[in-house]
């Protein structure tokens, strides 16, 4: 009983069905040595551990030492990097920018990826030739994508042009030099430049839909509008584990678009700890950088391990 | 169906739709592609105009190929990526192989350290101090090892949960005629994983070719690969304003993925939707 109850959350945790039984029975009947021998793991581990936790252990010790390029020796100097990095108000503020974006982000991609998915659902051919055409931005790079919007929301850009032949008069709003709005605008860019993978799989949510229950709901009466809160939404819960998950754990991690666009700033309103990390390397600060970049290995695992847990148990009870 | 639904349906979805199209997606490109055929005059303020002053496609385009070094830069981004994409799929399956199949707390525990750098950002300044110590910074080795890396934990996820749909029979089989794993791995399980590679490919592909983050750290000014010269090229060209030499430069990187979308967009959809949701 015990087996069977790993065996079953193991394979709900990976989102995949579970075993079938028959290869339970057969192990259990024949008693043989598995037939996946442990030096099949080595490879992958030895790059793991090497290129992936080795640093992540040394970013523990690291962010603890005066480490730069203007000094030969590291000597350890306990909370010091924290220290300054709070009293100048550094930490805090790019802190709380990195999760207004990743929360921002993870918003507007997932509303424009649904909308789109519900818009283009249904199997014509321009609705197949609007699907790979948004999908376009995703395979493009970040950097270009945030150039492009760079030239698009300039003073005297295409966006304000447009809204000056709408409104009747000319607009000059600097989109990305607005110290309270262009962290928002930034986010909409980032949502714009992935929306088409988080249609793609919303489209992939909706086709798993049984379609019997749907024309059930409309004979009982449901509108459009009932059915899709009641029986849709509530069945697109893996599509939307994967979006959200995805979405915030990206942009928590992003920088090309940030950079692309504000570079931080105006008055660093925009500065994201990658950028702050990036920042602080090039001038030689290495200890700082190393600080925060344990920050946000710390920030990252605090807000994903709960997200996705909920999302999971969101999932389970349906 | 009700009336008004087959109305919506025949003509203001079509209008919707291409709607959106012309105006999320059209002006933005467009406004890419008439730039980069601009004079530098007529592109200082991008606009969606046509070019007051000619085409200049010829002249842009090769400026930028020979400034931005887009031939040296396109072969240091397939030199990274294609042995990266390599390492990732042999050793991630072999690994996941492991995972999917056998069971135990060890497996368990090895199982969420192999995947927990799916969430964790990988900690990008000491990467570089190791890669000195090492004698791999700013070599493309190095780069590749890197990428192998920090997406080993999303190859092992994937291929994991494919393999566990997959019922044993067929290895279990071949085991009792006598067939070593190697030889099962190879002949039996490999090719029954083509969808999930091919899922993995794509992700891992886009991830790689188009991240300038890490590139920065390990081989920023050392070797070329095109995301690296477009900052270099774009840096330089904001200061001068030259968006006609940005632009062109965009599309110049931006060609070899597109084709290869245009070519294989049917199975790229269905691969990367297949793999997501179960």
Redesign the interface.
């Known amino acids: 009983m015990t087996?069977t109850a790993?065996?079953d959350a193991?394979?709900l945790a990976?989102?995949?069905?579970p075993?079938?039984p028959?290869?339970r029975a057969?192990a259990r009947g024949r008693r043989?040595r598995?037939?996946?021998?442990?030096w099949?793991?080595l490879?992958?581990?030895a790059?793991?551990t090497?290129?992936?936790?080795?640093?992540?252990i040394?970013?523990l010790v690291?962010a603890f030492t005066d480490w730069s390029s203007f000094k030969t020796a590291i000597n350890p100097v306990g909370f010091d990097n924290f220290h300054s990095l709070l009293s100048s108000g550094v930490l805090l503020a790019d802190l709380r920018t990195t999760v207004i974006y990743a929360l921002l982000v993870a918003l507007f991609q997932n509303v424009f990826g649904l909308l789109l998915a519900l818009?283009?659902e249904?199997d014509t051919s321009?609705?197949r030739f609007?699907?790979?055409?948004?999908?376009?931005?995703?395979?493009?790079?970040?950097?270009?994508v945030g150039?492009?919007?760079?030239?698009?929301l300039?003073p005297?850009?295409?966006v304000n042009?447009?809204l000056g032949a709408l409104a009747g008069h000319p607009v000059r709003y600097a989109w990305l030099a607005d110290t309270r709005w262009t962290l928002l605008y930034v986010a909409l860019i980032h949502a714009?430049k992935w929306m088409g993978?988080a249609m793609?799989?919303y489209?992939?949510?909706l086709k798993?839909i049984d379609q019997d229950a749907l024309e059930a709901a409309r004979i009982d009466g449901a509108t459009?509008w009932q059915t899709f809160w009641q029986i849709r939404f509530p069945l697109l819960a893996?599509?939307m584990t994967?979006n959200v998950a995805t979405a915030l754990?990206g942009s928590?991690?992003s920088?090309?678009i940030v950079q692309?666009t504000t570079g931080g700033g105006p008055a660093q309103t925009t500065e994201i700890l990658?950028i702050f990390?990036?920042r602080t390397?090039g001038q030689g600060l290495?200890a700082q950088?190393?600080t925060m970049?344990?920050v946000?290995?710390v920030v990252?695992?605090v807000m994903?391990?709960p997200t996705?847990w909920l999302l999971r148990r969101r999932e389970q009870v349906l | 169906m009700s009336g008004a639904?087959r109305g919506w349906?025949r003509l203001v979805?079509?209008v919707?739709?291409?709607g959106?199209?012309l105006f999320?997606?059209g002006?933005?490109?467009w406004?890419?592609v008439v730039?980069s055929g601009k004079s530098r005059g007529d592109a200082l303020?991008?606009?969606?105009a046509l070019p007051r002053h000619g085409w200049h496609f010829g002249a842009n385009y090769s400026k930028v190929f020979t400034d931005g070094r887009v031939w040296s830069a396109f072969v240091g981004s397939v030199s990274i990526v294609v042995p990266s994409v390599v390492?990732l799929l042999?050793?991630?399956a072999?690994?996941a192989?492991?995972?999917a199949?056998?069971?135990g707390f060890a497996v368990?525990m090895?199982y969420a350290?192999?995947i927990s750098?799916?969430?964790?950002?990988?900690?990008?300044?000491?990467?570089v101090?190791?890669l000195r110590q090492l004698g791999l910074a700013g070599t493309l080795t190095g780069m590749v090892?890197?990428y192998?890396?920090?997406y080993?934990?999303t190859a092992?996820?994937f291929i994991?949960?494919?393999i566990?749909?997959i019922?044993?029979?067929l290895?279990?089989a071949a085991?009792v005629d006598g067939a070593g794993?190697v030889r099962?791995?190879f002949t039996i399980v490999v090719p029954l994983l083509r969808p999930v590679l091919a899922t993995a490919t794509i992700l891992i592909c886009?991830y790689i070719?188009?991240d300038?983050?890490y590139a920065?750290?390990v081989i920023g000014g050392r070797k070329d690969t095109?995301?690296l010269n477009?900052?270099q090229v774009?840096s330089a060209g904001?200061y001068l304003n030259n968006?006609h030499l940005?632009?062109a430069y965009?599309v110049l990187?931006?060609v070899p993925?597109?084709v290869a979308?245009a070519v294989a967009?049917r199975r790229i959809?269905s691969g990367?939707?297949?793999g997501?949701?179960?």
Do not use: C
């Open positions: 087996l790993s065996t193991a394979a990976s989102g995949a069905p075993t079938p028959g290869r057969a043989v598995p037939g996946q021998p442990w099949f793991l490879p992958a581990l790059v793991l090497t290129f992936f936790l080795v640093p992540t040394y970013n690291y818009l283009l249904a321009l609705n609007a699907r790979v055409m948004f999908f376009v931005p995703v395979i493009m790079s970040a950097l270009a150039y492009v919007f760079q030239a698009l300039k005297t850009g295409v042009s447009i714009w993978l793609l799989i489209l992939a949510g798993t459009t893996p599509a994967f754990l928590m991690n920088f090309d692309a990658n990390i990036y390397f290495f950088a190393t970049s344990l946000l290995l990252i695992a994903a391990f996705i | 639904s349906r979805h079509p919707v739709v291409v959106l199209l999320a997606l002006v933005p490109l406004l890419v730039t303020s991008p606009s969606l390492l042999l050793f991630g072999m690994a192989w492991v995972f199949r056998r069971r368990s090895l350290v192999a750098g799916i969430v964790l950002p990988p900690a990008v300044i000491t990467l101090l190791l090892l890197v192998t890396g920090i080993m934990s092992i996820f994991t949960g494919f566990r749909t019922p044993p029979q290895e279990e085991r794993p099962i791995f886009l070719w188009n300038v983050f920065f750290f095109l995301p477009l900052f774009a904001l968006w940005i632009f965009v990187m931006s993925l597109l979308f967009q959809i990367i939707t297949g997501a949701v179960k």
